[in-house]
T-cell receptor, first 117, second 113 residues
Framework: AQTVTQSQPEMSVQEAETVTLSCTYD???????LFWYKQPPSRQMILVIR??????QNATENRFSVNFQKAAKSFSLKISDSQLGDAAMYFC??????????????FGEGTQLTVNP | NAGVTQTPKFQVLKTGQSMTLQCAQD?????MSWYRQDPGMGLRLIHY???????DQGEVPNGYNVSRSTTEDFPLRLLSAAPSQTSVYFC????????????FGPGTRLTVT
């Protein structure tokens, strides 16, 4: 079974600064997908960024980028120019590429990000 | 599109009571799932479905039942509520396969006393 670990329960950053959230995962599969979800106080789960394991290029979405290290099984999220609206719980998630696994997501424990003005 | 809707938003149950959490999506997604979120544990998969009439267990299925008679609806039944089922429940849906985004409902906060 796959596992996802987020070793930072809490992080904080100053507004306009850069912060990196860590995620490691364990899998024996070669085909999979990785995601970062954001959960603000409203409780709504929002997709931030996704990465296909077969792609060497790191995904980017505006101020959000990932550092995907397949051999090290690491998938960190970098938030540049942090804004007050980035304050939220962030979850790293894994999805197998096997069709027999369906679209099941395995989540990490989450990192609570605080943005200080 | 309404996306993924869940009812109710909040619920308080007494131990031993049963209830159904409703979930519906209007995006014609094949895949639907239920997660529970507990502090410090992220989201854990309860049950999922890859299409009408097909369901399977996730990581924490005990005490919960599901059925999927239509593409749109995927209700979650608590058979005999226990305090350990106090949690926030999320329904999600997506197209099947690939890096497709899973869309989440707003969640149901359930308290069992």
């Amino acid at each position: 079974a796959q596992t996802v670990t987020q070793s930072q329960p809490e992080m904080s950053v100053q507004e306009a600064e850069t912060v990196t959230l860590s995620c490691t995962y364990d899998t024996s599969e070669s085909d999979y997908y990785l995601f970062w979800y954001k959960q603000p106080p409203s409780r709504q789960m929002i997709l931030v960024i996704r990465q296909e394991a077969y792609k060497q290029q790191n995904a980017t979405e505006n101020r959000f980028s990932v550092n995907f290290q397949k051999a090290a099984k690491s998938f960190s999220l970098k938030i540049s120019d942090s804004q007050l609206g980035d304050a939220a719980m962030y979850f790293c998630a894994y999805r197998s590429g096997l069709e027999t696994s369906g679209s099941r997501l395995t989540f990490g424990e989450g990192t609570q990000l605080t943005v200080n003005p | 599109n309404a996306g993924v809707t869940q009812t109710p938003k909040f619920q308080v149950l007494k131990t031993g009571q049963s209830m159904t959490l409703q979930c519906a999506q209007d995006m014609n997604h094949e895949y639907m799932s239920w997660y529970r979120q507990d502090p410090g544990m992220g989201l854990r998969l309860i049950h999922y479905s890859v299409g009408a009439g097909i369901t399977d267990q996730g990581e924490v299925p005990n005490g919960y039942n599901v059925s999927r008679s239509t593409t749109e609806d995927f209700p979650l039944r608590l058979l005999s509520a226990a305090p350990s089922q106090t949690s926030v429940y999320f329904c999600a849906s997506s197209y099947f396969g690939g890096p497709n985004e899973q869309y989440f409902g707003p969640g149901t906060r359930l308290t069992v006393t």
